[in-house]
């Protein structure tokens, strides 16, 4: 009989200014962090987390005013990204993270590696430029229309023009001192993956990360 996969639990960070809650899966290997982009939250990653489960410990925290963690006074890449480190160093797994970001949190998973040990970065549907100025214009581009329809509802984006003025500052990372094994905006090389890969296919999406680990 085959041992049953690691149920996701649901945990915060301690500190009361700037609180993370994240899903976990799993007490072992190397850590698997999964960033949501914008208006979304950490339920967009449960399809593929199920999927990687009992091969590593997958993490999916939601960013500052998204799902069930609060707002916060700042909001900018780099405090991110260190109550980000600080989550992964809480789990005492000892082994650099592989950080996965969709979206506009292709930036941050990029700001997290270019200054806190990461394995590897991996980015999905990374936006050219800067932020869209409305909320309708971040959603049309975020292209749901590609998601399958049984997967629809793990991907809701919040409809928040204060949530997205919050964080108008991001911008795309201008160094990238890890390497990427994502698409880049205008770089050449393959054809991009699906949009919302991750979610189109969760089972290969997992796959690919699992030949990371």
Do not use: K
């Amino acid at each position: 009989m085959q041992p049953q996969p690691p149920r996701r639990s649901t945990h915060a960070t301690n500190s009361p200014l700037n609180r993370l809650v994240y899903d976990r899966w799993g007490e072992f290997g190397r850590p698997v962090l999964l960033l949501h982009g914008l208006l979304f939250d950490r339920a967009m990653w449960w399809p593929v987390a199920a999927e990687l489960a009992g091969d590593c410990t997958v993490i999916a925290p939601d960013l500052p005013g998204h799902g069930q963690s609060p707002s916060r006074a700042d909001y900018s890449l780099e405090r991110i990204a260190e109550d980000l480190a600080g989550l992964v160093l809480g789990l005492q797994m000892h082994r650099a993270p592989i950080v996965v970001g969709h979206g506009t949190s292709a930036w941050l998973a990029l700001a997290f590696a270019d200054a806190y040990a990461t394995q590897c970065v991996l980015t999905l549907d990374e936006p050219a430029g800067c932020l869209p100025g409305t909320v309708d214009d971040l959603v049309a581009a975020a292209g749901l229309a590609a998601v399958p329809e049984h997967y629809r509802p793990f991907a809701e984006p919040r409809r928040d023009p204060a949530l997205l003025a919050a964080y108008a500052g991001w911008s795309q990372p201008p160094t990238r001192r890890l390497a990427v094994a994502g698409a880049r905006p205008g770089a050449p090389g393959p054809a991009p993956e699906r949009t919302f890969g991750h979610l189109t296919d969760p089972e290969g999406f997992a796959a690919r990360l699992r030949a990371l680990l």
